[in-house]
């Protein structure tokens, strides 16, 4: 009796080869031999091929690989309550941002560039905020101009309705886009003079807001806020962090290749000998161990270094933008100038329009009215101007209340988390991005970045003087035991450096688990084979 | 594997995790072989 069947199986395939090729061919007869002889030996492997497939398929899934019962949901959960707490307590923005108006601005200001698929949705939720802070606009409230008072007085008809039927909306706007093309760009400032006449009851708003989450989360102050967050976040991540069955999912994804993980293999060989030093036993858990929770910390700091590289050139942007302003430390005035100026005029607009009276808006006989409304929307279009040097001065004076000489890139990241408008132009600007889609791109991973609990390296890293971040990080782990130089943190080499760490922090979780390198290894090769059938 | 009534008698728990997966593989590189040798019938020469 053979007992081994990969013996057996190597010596038959062998033996039926030669068989087959020494069969006369010559004949149709010699030929029906050769085919009914392969149609027998085939018969014969599908059966073995059938039968050691379903062994593997059940080997295959009594592998067992533990996983994690944590919470992780509830911590989940705790963290964006938290966060949530945290933006409404934001010192450094004011209602505006934290209602989202900055957002909904933005969209409504690059509408023509972006194309975005309803306006109406965004002019929805301008209404919608109001609303929340119990303040129901009407018709009347749209006064900018005759041609946004028409247009909304249409658009609040609908929404009252809730019949969701906006067909005539888009007509009147037809209509008035060819006697008014910015008419879209005047029922943003008629928004903006609506948000600031209401500041005070968005403000109080906030207010209310802030004191139901400080009760209901028991938080004493933005700073305990902060405090309990850090220890979310550290619960979050001691829970989240890669599991046994994290790392065989991504093995199965192809995230990396499980052969390069065996011990015997040249990328293992080389991961472990580039970071570890000579002195080190890897088969020593202790020291092993030490060298991992180094490796772990080396991890956060090097995927931090990396996000860094991606956004250094808004960065660089802010400081060649504020080195002048940083050194001269002057008060910026220009913010209550415009405001002033925009009251002024904002004022001469309103009575104005009450010249121009109720008349039709189309009525061509009056032509003193029709000239009155041209003269309207110059004035409009004067305003809208005042709003972008607005804009443009109001970011200013944030970034004048936090700048100083030693801020830092963390301090930064934190600025222009609180302002959305301006990190999204300045992402526009800076990556010159002219599609909406690659913009919240950018911006979700800068808020991700910005938002990241395991920044440290940041914190420390100047804006306005130069900083030799690889040495700072390759510095601190050659204390730590690891070998790491400079080169190795240069921006090609970060994925690679990644790769080699990821390799060792897993490999030694493997080893010091219930499960075997092997038994991954097995579940995704039987896995593409089961598949592949 | 066992086959009561055949001339062999396999256990594949006697084969470790790699050996199944080369098993697999041989094997069906093997039936590969088998489809590419099969001659086309014609008439006699």
């Not at chain 1, 919608?128 to 009407?138: H, M, R, T, V, Y």
């Not at chain 1, 001469?348 to 003193?368: C, H, Q, T, V, W």
């Not at chain 1, 030693?406 to 999204?424: A, H, N, P, R």
């Amino acid at each position: 009796m053979n007992n081994n069947f990969l013996d057996f199986i190597k010596k038959d395939i062998e033996a039926k080869k030669t068989l087959i090729s020494t069969l006369p061919t010559k004949t149709m007869t010699n030929k029906k031999k050769v085919n009914s002889t392969i149609d027998a030996t085939k018969g014969k492997y599908l059966d073995y091929a059938d039968n050691v497939r379903n062994y593997i398929n059940a080997k295959k899934n009594a592998i067992k690989i533990p996983t994690s019962d944590g919470n992780l949901e509830q911590l989940r959960e705790r963290v964006k309550h938290l966060e949530y707490v945290k933006s409404l307590l934001n010192p450094i923005n004011s209602y505006f941002e934290k209602l989202g108006f900055d957002t909904l601005l933005y969209e409504i200001n690059n509408y023509y560039i972006f194309n975005f698929h309803s306006l109406n949705d965004i002019i929805n939720g301008f209404l919608d905020k109001f609303e929340q802070a119990g303040i129901l606009l009407n018709s009347d409230n749209f006064d900018y101009t005759c041609y946004v008072n028409e247009y909304m007085s249409s658009f609040l008809e609908v929404r009252r309705s809730k019949s969701g039927s906006y067909a005539r909306v888009s007509e009147i706007f037809e209509e008035i886009y060819w006697t008014n093309p910015e008419l879209i760009e005047h029922i943003e400032i008629n928004f903006r003079k609506l948000i600031r006449t209401n500041a005070k009851k968005f403000q109080a708003y906030i207010e209310s807001m802030q004191r139901d989450v400080m009760t209901t989360y028991s938080i004493a102050s933005y700073e305990d806020c902060l405090m309990k967050l850090r220890d979310a976040y550290i619960e979050l991540n001691l829970a989240s962090s890669e599991s046994l069955l994290d790392i065989c999912n991504l093995a199965l994804d192809g995230a990396f290749d499980i052969e390069q993980y065996f011990k015997d293999h040249k990328i293992r060989i080389a991961a472990y000998s580039s970071l570890i030093p000579d002195k080190i036993d890897y088969n020593n858990e202790k020291e092993m161990g030490k060298i991992c929770a180094s490796l772990e910390k080396l991890k956060c700091n090097v995927e931090e270094y990396s996000d860094y590289i991606d956004f250094y050139a808004l960065f660089k942007d802010f400081k060649d933008q504020y080195t002048s302003v940083v050194n001269s430390k002057e008060e910026n005035r220009s913010l209550a100038a415009i405001v002033a100026e925009i009251n002024k005029k904002e004022e001469e607009l309103a009575k104005f329009n009450r010249r121009i009276g109720k008349s039709s808006i189309f009525d061509k006989r009056e032509m003193s009215v029709k000239r009155l409304k041209a003269e309207s929307v110059c004035k409009a279009k004067e305003l809208y101007e005042l709003y972008k040097k607005y804009d443009l001065e109001y970011f200013k004076d944030k970034v004048i209340a936090n700048l100083s000489s030693t801020m830092s890139v963390s301090e930064l990241l934190e600025l222009y988390y609180s302002f959305d408008y301006f990190k999204k132009l300045a992402m526009q600007k800076v990556y010159n991005i002219t599609d909406y889609n690659i913009i919240s791109e950018y911006n979700d991973r800068f808020d991700a970045f910005a938002t990241n609990p395991r920044n440290i390296v940041m914190t420390g890293v100047p804006i306005f003087e130069s900083s030799d971040i690889p040495k700072i990080i390759a510095n601190k782990y050659r204390l730590n035991n690891i070998n790491l130089d400079e080169d190795d943190l240069s921006s090609e080499n970060l994925k690679p450096l990644l790769n080699k760490i990821l390799l060792i922090l897993r490999t030694n979780k493997i080893e010091n688990s219930s499960i075997s390198l092997e038994q991954i290894w097995f579940i995704v090769k039987a896995n593409k084979l089961l598949d592949g059938k | 594997m066992k086959k009561s009534e055949g001339k062999y008698e396999f256990d594949l728990s006697q084969l470790s995790l790699k050996e199944l997966i080369d098993v697999y593989n041989e094997i069906n590189s093997f039936l590969k072989y088998l489809d590419e040798n099969k001659l086309e019938i014609g008439s006699d020469e």
